[in-house]
């Protein structure tokens, strides 16, 4: 019931910048905690960064930390990932995923993806 869309992928070069945005509709919860994951090819999916369902707390893999930004915007209830500096190795497919609750373990809604291609 939960509709997750991802929008702002693209090719960009090495050290540029992109923005991801994430809307979500329905579902029965006011808001939700929401994560970003990234999956490139031949390689498993990994975390990205997490925001908690206040936009209070967020977290970070230590391979995007002090590069990328996650954030929330509760009114458009969307959430974005800001990404600084991009690596040839960010390229993937960006997948934006959403749970009830902060302490839950696992994300089970999720989105449609948005390719990003980071060219050297």
């Known amino acids: 019931q939960v509709q997750l869309v991802e929008s702002g992928g693209g090719l960009v070069q090495a050290g540029g910048s992109l923005r991801l945005s994430c809307a979500a509709s329905?579902?029965?919860?006011?808001?939700?905690?929401m994560g970003w994951f990234r999956q490139a090819p031949g390689k498993e999916r990994e975390f990205v960064a997490r925001i908690s369902k206040s936009g209070g707390s967020t977290f970070y893999a230590d391979s995007v930390k002090g590069r990328f930004t996650i954030s929330r915007d509760n009114g458009k209830n969307t959430v974005y990932l800001h990404m600084n500096s991009l690596k040839p190795e960010d390229t993937a497919v960006y997948y934006c995923?959403?749970?009830?609750?902060?302490?839950?373990?696992?994300?089970?809604?999720w989105g449609q993806g948005t390719q990003v291609t980071v060219s050297s």
């Open positions: 995923a959403a749970k009830s609750r902060d302490y839950d373990q696992q994300y089970p809604y």
């Open positions: 329905g579902g029965t919860y006011s808001r939700y905690a």
